[in-house]
């Protein structure tokens, strides 16, 4: 069975601090690994990585995947309060295409 | 990317009513998905809604108490039947579009209040 685990559970921060968030999977036919943001109630996509050791970057924000390791982190630099959110990452693998498989999450908390 | 809408946004229900949620893409769509959040939790996958036949679901969900809908490529419906305060969650659609490989964009969400 796919596994996703997301290591810290919660993290409480201080605006300008940089935080590494981590997801390390079991999986049989990988395929991809999603990162997520979740405000309120829909998550919003934030980066799909397939290739090991190729970042992904979007402002502040940016992700690598070790498929060796089975592991991916999520760095967040010059952090602000808007970045106060959970953080899903999610797996695509298996025998069923399209279906992901979620971790627990990570709650992360800015103070001003 | 797509616009997806929900609705209700919002629902407060009693005890054994059931109640049914729309999610509307305006985009092309290869797949879509219904999730469940209970609270404090992750996103556990309801079913997959498949157009015009019936929903591959889960294990640990059935049709007879989450029946789906997909009439067309764009529209599906999920209901909560013969509800109990263990079903109050937020319910989330998601899509995959069309070219989009894996990725899942989501729905604004219904949270689900019963008493």
């Known amino acids: 069975e796919d596994k996703v685990v997301q290591s810290p559970l919660s993290l409480v921060v201080h605006e300008g601090d940089t935080v590494t968030l981590n997801c390390s999977y079991e999986?049989?036919?990988?395929?991809?690994l999603l990162w997520y943001k979740q405000e309120k109630k829909a998550p919003t996509f934030l980066f799909m990585l397939?290739?090991?050791?190729i970042e992904k970057k979007s402002g502040r924000l940016s992700s690598i995947l070790d498929k060796k390791e089975l592991f991916s982190i999520l760095n967040i630099t010059a952090t602000q309060t808007g970045d106060s959110a959970i953080y899903l990452c999610?797996?695509?693998?298996?025998?069923?295409?399209?279906?992901?498989?979620f971790g627990q999450g990570t709650i992360l908390t800015v103070h001003p | 990317s797509a616009v997806i809408s929900q609705k209700p946004s919002r629902d407060i229900c009693q005890r054994g009513t059931s109640l049914t949620i729309q999610c509307q893409v305006d985009?092309?769509?290869?797949?879509m998905f219904w999730y469940r959040q209970q609270p404090g939790q992750s996103l556990t996958l309801i079913a997959t809604?498949?157009?015009?036949?019936?929903?591959?679901?889960e294990s640990g969900f059935v049709i007879d108490k989450f029946p789906i809908s997909r009439p067309n490529l764009t529209f599906s419906t999920l209901t909560v039947s013969n509800m109990s305060p263990e079903d109050s969650s937020i319910y989330l659609c998601?899509?995959?579009?069309?070219?989009?490989?894996?990725?899942?964009?989501f729905g604004p969400g219904t949270r689900l209040l019963v008493l």
């Open positions: 998601s899509v995959v579009l069309a070219g989009g490989l894996e990725t899942q964009y």
């Open positions: 999986v049989t036919n990988f395929r991809s």
């Open positions: 397939t290739s090991s050791g």
């Open positions: 999610a797996l695509g693998g298996g025998t069923s295409y399209g279906k992901l498989t």
């Open positions: 985009s092309q769509v290869t797949m």
């Open positions: 809604a498949n157009q015009g036949s019936e929903a591959t679901y």
